[in-house]
């Protein structure tokens, strides 16, 4: 018998909205991927740096809306850890690991976020297993439970 899941789980679909409150971004369209261990996220120009306490950190860009540049943010943050990651695909690539703040359906948590290029990709964020297990079950057939974007999402033709 399969151990039932806590009274205190949220249900989320595939996709939502969550927002990088940290970071300024309100808005970022995540895949909920269960097949993943840890989260990443879509950076660009990443520099690493000295931060004034000493520490190691990392300053990079980030674009929240696909094939955009409008709200655009430049983020810098502690490096947390270095990890090189198999991608689906099977490519390793090492990536820095940085905490974060991540507000999915109205329950904010800091979790560990790789930073790499996710240009290609479908969505700028992914949400892995390691930060779902923080109460949210996925729903497959489900998308924005939490509901849409407080404002139109322009779409390009990509030729696909």
């Known amino acids: 018998m399969t151990e039932q899941p806590p009274h205190s789980s949220t249900i989320a679909g595939w996709r939502e909205w ?6 300024g971004v309100p808005w970022i369209k995540a895949k ?3 097949g993943a261990r840890t989260s990443s996220l879509h950076a660009f120009d ?6 004034p306490d000493g520490r190691d950190g990392v300053r990079f860009g980030v674009r929240p809306w696909q094939d955009s540049d409008e709200d655009a943010v430049v983020v810098e943050c502690p490096v947390h850890d270095r990890r090189t990651i198999r991608s689906s695909s099977g490519h390793t ?17 800091t ?5 790499t290029n ?15 297990r923080n109460g949210f079950l996925v729903a497959a057939g489900e998308s924005f439970l939490g509901g849409r974007a407080p ?3 322009r779409r390009l033709n990509r030729g696909r």
């Open 18 to 23: 969550v927002s990088l409150p940290g970071a």
């Open 93 to 109: 690539e090492e990536r820095i690991v940085v905490l974060m703040d991540v507000t999915l359906l109205g329950r904010t948590m």
């Open 46 to 51: 990443l520099e690493e740096i000295a931060l």
């Open 151 to 153: 404002r139109p999402v």
């Open 32 to 34: 909920l991927d269960t």
């Open 111 to 115: 979790i560990e976020i790789t930073l």
């Open 118 to 132: 996710r240009d290609e990709m479908g969505f700028r964020m992914l949400i892995g297993r390691e930060a779902l």
